[in-house]
C-alpha cells in the first residue's frame, strides 16, 4: 500500500540538500531525543537543541523537508516563481514519503511539523563569515481548512536559511524512492551519507567507524553505534549500494561503499557471520548477503552525479577508494582480523 502510494505521487522526484545529508543535524531515535547535538570539525560547527519537550527533529521528520525541497526544485526547473511558503495537502505530503493516510498519520505528521519548528539550530554553514546563523526548520505552519479532525490544506513556511541553501543546483541531489521505506535511523542516515559522497562514483569512498559515529551524532555509545553499522552492512538495505568493512594497519574498522553499477550481477556475494559488537569477520568482496535479483539502476540508482562539494565534510580519515598511498597500508582481510583481535582481546 505505502508502495503503491509513492508510486502515484512520483511526478516530483525526491530531492535533498547536500548539506543535511552531510551533517549531524537530526535525531536518529524515534524517541524524544532532549539531549543537543553539538559538533565541530574543520571549520563548521552545528548545534542543535529542542525547544520543547517534543525533542529534535527526527530523521524521519525530515521526510517533511525531503518534500518541501523537491516541490520547490520542480518548480523552479519549470521556470517558475519560488516561494519559500507551501501550499499543500496532508495527503499528497503523506502519499510522497509513504505513510499512512489513517488518523494516526495525520497526528504525527502535526507532531512532526511541531519538532521541525521547535528545533533550533545554530551552524556556521551558509553564514556570514565570523558569524552563525540561528533558525528552525520552518517558520511556521498552519491548517487552512479543516475536516473532521485532519488538515484540508497546509501552508508551510521554510526558513529563509534552508530556502536560500536551495539557491543553487549543485546543492541538491536526488535520492531514490525506496529511500523512504528505510526503516532504521541510522541506516536512512547511512544512506544519505553514501548518496553524498558515493554518487555514482565507481570507486566509491571510505569513512573510518569513528569519524562515521562523530558525523552521525548518535547518542549511542560507540559500540553499539559500530553494531548496528556491521548489521547494516550484513543486511545490505541502502537501495542503489553495496557496502564493505574493511581493517586497517591499527586494526580500526572501516566502511567502503560503491555505486552498484547498472545490471550487476550480486549473486555470487558471501554470506557474512555477524559477531558481537568490537569484531568483524568482513572481507573485501564477500561480507553482504546473497541476492538473486540484478540490481535495478533504474529504480535505485540517483540520477546525478555528486562530484560537488565532496570536500567541505571529508575531515579526518574520509577518502576517496582509489588512493594508492591509502591501498598500500593494507592487508588481506585475514591477516587484519588476526590483528585486530591479538591486539584487541583484553579490550572484548
Known amino acids: 500500500m505505502r508502495r503503491l502510494a509513492r508510486q502515484q505521487n512520483q511526478q516530483i522526484s525526491p530531492r535533498d540538500l547536500q548539506d543535511l545529508m552531510a551533517y549531524p543535524f537530526f535525531s536518529l531515535a524515534k524517541t524524544p531525543r532532549l539531549k543537543p547535538i553539538s559538533y565541530c570539525t574543520g571549520g563548521v560547527s552545528i548545534d542543535v537543541s529542542p525547544s520543547s519537550p517534543l525533542g529534535i527533529a527526527t530523521i524521519w ?30 495527503h499528497e505530503i503523506l502519499s510522497f514519503i509513504g505513510r499512512d493516510h489513517a488518523q494516526s498519520g495525520y497526528r504525527r505528521l502535526k507532531a512532526s511539523l511541531a519538532r521541525l519548528q521547535n528545533t533550533k539550530i545554530t551552524t556556521s554553514l551558509r553564514a556570514s563569515p565570523n558569524s552563525l546563523a540561528s533558525f528552525a526548520w520552518i517558520d511556521s505552519w498552519q491548517d487552512l481548512e479543516k ?11 521554510l526558513s529563509n536559511w534552508l530556502y536560500a541553501s536551495l539557491a543553487h543546483d549543485n546543492r541538491v541531489l536526488t535520492l531514490s524512492p525506496d529511500y523512504f521505506s528505510l526503516t532504521g535511523g541510522i541506516e536512512r542516515w547511512l544512506y544519505r551519507l553514501v548518496r553524498k559522497h558515493g554518487g555514482r562514483q565507481l570507486s566509491g569512498w571510505e569513512f573510518e567507524f569513528r569519524h562515521l559515529f562523530l558525523k552521525a551524532g548518535s547518542s549511542q555509545q560507540f559500540r553499539y553505534f559500530s553494531r548496528d553499522i556491521r548489521n ?5 538495505p541502502l537501495p542503489g549500494y553495496h557496502l564493505d568493512i574493511l581493517v586497517d594497519m591499527r586494526g580500526n574498522e572501516i566502511l567502503s561503499f560503491r555505486s552498484k553499477p547498472c545490471g550487476q550481477q550480486t549473486a555470487t556475494l558471501g554470506q557474512s557471520h555477524p559477531l558481537n559488537y568490537g569484531r568483524s569477520h568482513a572481507h573485501r568482496t564477500g561480507n553482504g548477503p546473497r541476492e538473486s535479483a540484478l540490481n535495478d539502476c533504474r529504480k535505485s540508482n540517483p540520477a546525478r552525479l555528486n562530484f560537488y562539494s565532496n570536500f567541505d565534510s571529508n575531515f579526518i580519515d574520509a577518502r576517496p577508494v582509489d588512493k594508492p598511498s591509502h591501498r598500500e597500508e593494507r592487508k588481506s582481510s585475514t591477516e587484519l582480523f588476526n590483528h585486530l583481535v591479538s591486539s584487541n582481546k583484553e579490550k572484548w
Not at 63 to 86: E, F, G, H
Request: aromatic share 2%; hydrophobic share 35%.
Open 61 to 90: 521528520d525530515a521526510d517533511i523537508l525531503i518534500y518541501a525541497i523537491s516541490k520547490i526544485m520542480r518548480v523552479r526547473n519549470a521556470s517558475q516563481d519560488s516561494s519559500p511558503k507551501l501550499r499543500t495537502t496532508p
Open 147 to 157: 475536516k473532521i479532525d485532519r488538515s484540508a490544506s497546509l501552508e508551510i513556511t
Open 232 to 236: 547494516i552492512v550484513h543486511r545490505q
